[in-house]
């Protein structure tokens, strides 16, 4: 059971990119399922659940102090169990810093678990306003600071030059992530983030 | 060993400043209790007197001197008009937030005030409340924290971002969700009367993971001594204070809110366990009491001995302060923590709580 961190700010596009990547990893045959913060923040339909197998589970409410990761351990162990999924993709919230997520994953016990990748994803159109920001930045580079893989979203939505100038800023905070360019939307490049989480 | 004083007893020792037979023990449980009676969690939240019956046998089994409370993380955003979902589901552990009631800095002006006899939870913790008083217990409603309720209401990552780029209009929703506080203290302090009444605050958008001191100064500080000035001149005498997370870098802000307040009523402080209960003491010992702060998931991962380990260390280092200490876990206790961890609690509380 390999488990998959999405993390990014609100609006950066993590709810259809996981809906995107869960289809993509469904369609190869792959059991998967999905855990979120918070169900409501995740509009996955009836019909993506049974057309794909996925199972969703929400571990939203507690504390995120302490609560979540407790909660988090607690639903890998679950879903083990009862699902045995090939991979696990969490959303964690907007708020979440990687590190604390991935404490709650080894905090699950007597699994057979393979961590993979932490993705954060970087918004295309957004984030260089959100890092330019004294305190939001702060919060963004953590986050970015977390990753195995730094995707820049919505790149259909931006010029080559400002992808670049992405690419070279997210560098500056991280030099050892993988940075891909991507569109949930309409899967550019979504592939090759697969392939990276198989 | 066996106690000597019963669970009020031992309290109304400590809020007293007299010294108990051994340390009182406040778990912080709330799920936990559904599971030790065979309810599912969601009935602690949805279904008033299964809740209270649940907490208060949960306590008089171990025999720690909390009783019954209504309180949630995720506390506002049904209270103000969005939709919370109850946590029947494996893995879920409290009420959880299935639609925000604001979106949008229009919605923040639209977003009415509600009246605290209908809105939301409110009603369920006011049964349980009833329930308590007629058992003669505390009363213990809900008085904060201000931007926690007001990120449930928003949802968090967009609060964050208000802060920063309209911190306008997280003013004005914070005003709104003072005010509400005050309604509801005023509500439930007018049906029992403030001296039977404790107000319980806390909540993690406040800790450092997520804003700097300066925002606390700004963001939080003024309303939520609006709110605990209003509470102690309600004539509330105690203020359970649970400063969620690591908040040691707003430490000076709660130091200068007593200070601002001439250190009135008493207050009760369950920190993180992030906080060193040296520096509680340091900064409150003289006039309140510290709440111990166990780690909360080792209730769920670690074997007995070892949180038998923590406890004691806890209590030897809490039992310090002149002003009184109860042992305490860090925040909620996990509701799946194995329940003979619970018992570590209560095996070190009477083995090394002694008062001499």
Redesign the interface.
């Known amino acids: 059971m390999k488990v998959v961190q999405i993390a990014g700010f609100l609006g950066s596009g993590k709810t259809t990119a996981i809906i995107a990547l869960s289809r993509s990893l469904a369609e190869k045959g792959k059991k998967v399922a999905i855990i979120v913060n918070e169900i409501g923040d995740v509009p996955v339909d009836a019909k993506v659940v049974s057309e794909y197998g996925l199972k969703v589970r929400d571990i939203g409410g507690g504390c995120i102090c302490c609560e979540l990761l407790v909660s988090l351990a607690y639903t890998l162990e679950e879903l083990a169990r009862s699902y045995s999924p090939d991979y696990v993709l969490i959303e964690p919230s907007g708020v979440s810093i990687p590190s604390s997520v991935k404490d709650g994953i080894g905090l699950a016990k007597g699994l057979n678990v393979e961590k993979g990748p932490v993705i954060v994803l970087f918004d295309g159109e957004r984030g260089q306003e959100q890092l330019s920001d004294e305190d939001l930045g702060k919060f963004i580079k953590r986050q970015i600071a977390g990753a195995d893989i730094v995707t820049i979203n919505k790149i259909d939505a931006i010029e080559d030059g400002a992808a670049r100038s992405h690419e070279g800023l997210i560098r500056t905070i991280n030099p050892n992530a993988k940075i891909l360019r991507i569109s949930a939307k309409n899967g550019l490049g979504l592939e090759e983030l697969v392939k990276l989480i198989i | 060993m066996q106690d000597r004083m019963t669970p009020a007893e031992r309290l109304a020792a400590v809020l007293m400043g007299q010294k108990p037979d051994r340390v009182p023990v406040n778990p912080f449980i709330l799920g936990f209790a559904a599971k030790i009676v065979n309810l599912p969690i969601g009935d602690l939240y949805a279904d008033p007197r299964k809740s209270f019956r649940a907490q208060l046998l949960c306590a008089e089994m171990y025999g720690y001197d909390a009783t019954p409370m209504y309180a949630?993380?995720?506390f506002g955003a049904w209270e103000f008009g969005g939709?919370?979902?109850m946590?029947y589901?494996?893995?879920?552990?409290?009420?959880?937030?299935?639609?925000?009631p604001v979106e949008s800095p229009e919605d923040v002006d639209k977003l009415e005030v509600p009246d605290p006899r209908k809105a939301g939870s409110i009603p369920i913790a006011m049964e349980i409340a009833k329930l308590c008083y007629e058992n003669k217990m505390p009363v213990v409603f809900q008085a904060g924290e201000v931007l926690t309720t007001a990120a449930n209401i928003a949802?968090?990552?967009?609060l964050?971002?208000w802060?920063?780029?309209a911190p306008d209009v997280v003013h004005k929703l914070n005003k709104k969700v003072a005010e509400f506080f005050i309604a509801v203290a005023e509500y439930f302090t007018s049906t029992f009367g403030a001296d039977k009444c404790m107000a319980f605050t806390g909540g993690?958008?406040e800790?450092n993971?997520?804003?700097?001191p300066r925002?606390f100064g700004e963001f939080v500080f003024p309303y939520m001594k609006q709110i605990h000035s209003k509470v102690l001149g309600m004539g509330v005498h105690v203020i359970l204070e649970h400063p969620?997370?690591?908040q040691n870098a707003n430490l000076p802000y709660y130091v200068q809110l007593r200070k601002e307040l001439g250190w009135n009523g008493k207050y009760i402080w369950a920190f993180?366990p992030e906080t060193p209960l040296e520096k509680q003491i340091e900064c409150f010992g003289e006039h309140d009491i510290i709440m111990g702060n166990v780690d909360?998931?080792s209730f769920?991962?670690k074997s007995f001995e070892d949180v038998l380990a923590l406890c004691k260390d806890n209590i030897e280092r809490g039992i310090k302060n002149p002003s009184g200490y109860i042992l305490g876990v860090?925040?909620?206790l996990?509701p799946?923590a194995p329940p003979i961890n619970v018992y570590a609690l209560m095996k070190a509380a009477r083995e090394y709580g002694r008062y001499q």
Do not use: T
């Open positions: 949630y993380a995720s939709e919370v979902g946590p589901e494996p893995g879920q552990s409290a009420p959880y937030i299935i639609r925000h949802e968090p990552a967009r964050l971002r802060m920063i780029r993690p958008v800790s993971k997520l804003i700097n925002q969620c997370s690591d993180g909360p998931p769920q991962f860090g925040c909620e996990p799946l």
